[in-house]
């Protein structure tokens, strides 16, 4: 089953700490995605990456971080330098032909304690 | 910055066809305008896809004049199962790579 793999669903972070969301893609794409959406908002892209060991910052890089070892794997840190990370985090994927689409993960909801 | 324009919100009614257009007078040469749906606490998901003229799908068609600076999407016999956010998008002049939605349109189809 092919697709795109959020996990946790829901995260509580306390304040100070990191925390990671995972996204894993099976769908053997090149380029992920990072995108923050708060309630009633639209998507913002946070962090990209086109190709394994290279990432570039969106337009909401500060207080997070992520890295890209393998294709598959796009986790994302909200550092505690985020200072208001409660949100619903999207994570996509796409092929590099031009017209690929995106695809999306389900998600995970980030909340403060 | 915002690349894309789009109405905040529509409403409608069950049966009758929506057009909701998105301005993008920043498009590169070579992007495909993509429009997606998205349900509350989902990922979008694809709806259709186009580079100029028109294009139809099963559940939509896409209008794209000449210039290619908006383009407007039309639900046709709306039900109340297309209430959700529909947001279009475009890559970058500078990076196709670098996709950025806009604020998106919140459809709300009553009975």
């Known amino acids: 089953d092919g697709g795109i793999t959020q996990s946790p669903k829901y995260l509580f972070r306390k304040e100070g700490q990191n925390v990671t969301l995972s996204c894993e893609q099976n769908?053997?794409?090149?380029?992920m995605y990072w995108y923050r959406q708060d309630p009633g908002q639209g998507l913002r892209l946070i962090y990209y990456?086109?190709?394994?060991?290279?990432?570039q910052k969106g337009d909401i890089a500060e207080g997070y971080s992520v890295s890209r070892e393998k294709k598959e794997s796009f986790p994302l840190t909200v550092t505690s330098a985020q200072k208001n990370p409660t949100a619903f985090y999207l994570c996509?994927?796409?092929?590099?032909?031009?017209?690929?689409?995106?695809?999306f993960g389900s998600g995970t909801q980030l909340s403060v304690l | 910055l915002a690349k894309t324009t789009q109405p905040i919100s529509m409403d409608s009614y069950e049966g009758q066809e929506v057009n909701i257009t998105c301005s993008h007078n920043?498009?590169?040469?070579?992007?495909?305008i993509t429009w997606y749906q998205q349900f509350p606490s989902q990922g979008p998901r694809f709806i259709i896809q186009g580079y100029k003229t028109k294009v139809t799908n099963e559940v939509a068609s896409l209008f794209i004049p000449a210039d290619r600076k908006s383009s407007t999407l039309s639900l046709p016999r709306v039900s109340l199962s297309d209430t959700a956010v529909y947001y279009c998008l475009v890559g970058e002049r500078d990076s196709s790579y670098k996709l950025i939605f806009g604020s998106g349109t919140r459809l709300l189809v009553r009975p």
């Open positions: 990456s086109q190709i394994v060991n290279d990432f």
């Open positions: 769908l053997n794409h090149d380029a």
């Open positions: 920043n498009i590169a040469t070579n992007d495909y």
């Open positions: 996509a994927s796409r092929g590099v032909a031009r017209g690929e689409k995106l695809f």
